[in-house]
T-cell receptor, first 112, second 115 residues
């Protein structure tokens, strides 16, 4: 069943601007992950945040997790045209034997 | 590290053909691999969990006789779409996690088109 729900569904920004994407989920989790997918390709893991963590950074990426609100956000700073892709959040629910549940994804377009 | 290779990347074939897709973990052993299906502009839908040396676990609504999964070694899982029909056309992606721990690493996917 679909657990992660991202918003917005589509986002178009100018190069250099920041992009913020949100994800909400429904059940308790071990961790939440963000993935990126270029058109017609597989998924690339970006960042994993555990349920006991609140914020995590990796390069231009910043992820927050609020387990009380069951939500997460992904911030990409100083976006580049090459960041254009679909972004998915995926939850690793507790007791699910590592089976991830993906959201519907956000299509990010970064205009040069 | 943690590279997953999927082959072929694209298949076009006639209705009724059976198609085999391979998923290999190149630099780690994977006792568990996952097979997903993705429709255009949609999310990934988990089809089944492939378990090395034992039967695959299929998600509800996925026909196990239609989508045969074999995980005969610690580095290879195969998905065979038997007697494929146009409605089986989709993007199929596999993943595996080193040591069974997150995060998962994904293959590049297989675009299956049934005419």
């Amino acid at each position: 069943s679909q657990q992660g729900e991202e918003d917005p569904q589509a986002l178009s920004i100018q190069e250099g601007e920041n992009a913020t994407m949100n994800c909400s989920y429904k059940t308790s989790i071990n961790n939440l992950q963000w993935y990126r997918q270029n058109s017609g390709r597989g998924l690339v893991h970006l960042i994993l945040i555990r349920s006991n963590e609140r914020e995590k950074h990796s390069g231009r990426l910043r992820v927050t997790l609020d387990t009380s609100k069951k939500s997460s956000s992904l911030l990409i700073t100083a976006s580049r045209a090459a960041d254009t892709a679909s972004y998915f959040c995926a939850t690793d629910p507790t007791g699910a034997n590592s089976k991830l549940t993906f959201g519907k994804g956000i299509t990010l377009s970064v205009r040069p | 590290g943690a590279v997953v290779s999927q082959h072929p990347s694209r298949v076009i074939c006639k209705s009724g053909t059976s198609v085999k897709i391979e998923c290999r973990s190149l630099d780690f052993q994977a006792t568990t691999m996952f097979w997903y299906r993705q429709f255009p502009k949609k999310s990934l839908m988990l089809m089944a969990t492939s378990n090395e040396g034992s039967k695959a676990t299929y998600e509800q609504g996925v026909e196990k006789d239609k989508f045969l999964i074999n995980h005969a070694s610690l580095t290879l899982s195969t998905l065979t779409v038997t007697s494929a029909h146009p409605e089986d056309s989709s993007f199929y992606i596999c993943s595996a996690a080193p040591g069974g721990h997150q995060p998962q690493h994904f293959g590049d996917g297989t675009r299956l088109s049934i005419l």
